[in-house]
């Protein structure tokens, strides 16, 4: 009798671990905010999240990166300069906030290519302001350039990115 206990224990253990990456991915999509309620020890949920971060759907990314910034943030330090490409400027800023406000220097090159071609001033003044956190000399010298900008969201992230490196060095 015991043995058919555990039988029937395991058995249901079995379904019941199958069934977790069906409810985080359905928690994403429904963007629930009780992060507290998922469970970050299985590779599953942290491939479902990485994978959470290419939707096109705004509000998830932006709901995966949260997550994974509070739990797994080396899995996202290597993600972050991939979402520098994303189609969404609004998460192209959120991911250079986070990369600035980790100071992921590995991501500087990433930030620079996004420069060369970023459409979104809103963007554009946060890669500014990451760059001059995470990037060299020379990088200090390019974002000056952009002090005359005629968009007030550039000049600013320009602005507040010089100012935070004159911090730095002084």
């Not at 985080?24 to 949920?45: G, K, P, Q, Y």
């Not at 890669?127 to 900008?149: K, Q």
Request: charged fraction near 20%; avoid cysteine; glycine fraction near 8%.
């Amino acid at each position: 009798a015991a043995l058919a206990v555990t039988l029937i224990w395991v058995g249901l253990a079995a379904a019941m671990g199958g069934m977790y990456p069906q409810a985080l991915a359905l928690a994403l999509s429904r963007r629930r905010s009780d992060s507290a309620a998922l469970i970050f020890d299985e590779a599953a949920s942290t491939e479902i999240l990485l994978r959470e971060l290419s939707s096109p759907r705004v509000d998830s990314v932006l709901y995966a990166l949260n997550l994974l910034e509070s739990a797994r943030p080396q899995a996202l330090n290597e993600a972050l300069p991939g979402l520098l490409q994303h189609p969404d400027a609004t998460v192209r800023r959120e991911a250079l906030q986070i990369i600035e406000r980790r100071r992921l220097g590995a991501a500087a090159p990433a930030v620079r290519r996004l420069i060369d071609m970023e459409s979104s001033a809103e963007a554009l003044g946060s890669a500014l302001s990451a760059l001059d956190v995470i990037g060299d000399e020379d990088d200090h010298n390019r974002i000056a350039t952009w002090m005359d900008d005629p968009r007030p969201a550039v000049r600013l992230g320009a602005v507040a990115g010089l100012l935070r490196g004159a911090g730095q060095s002084g």
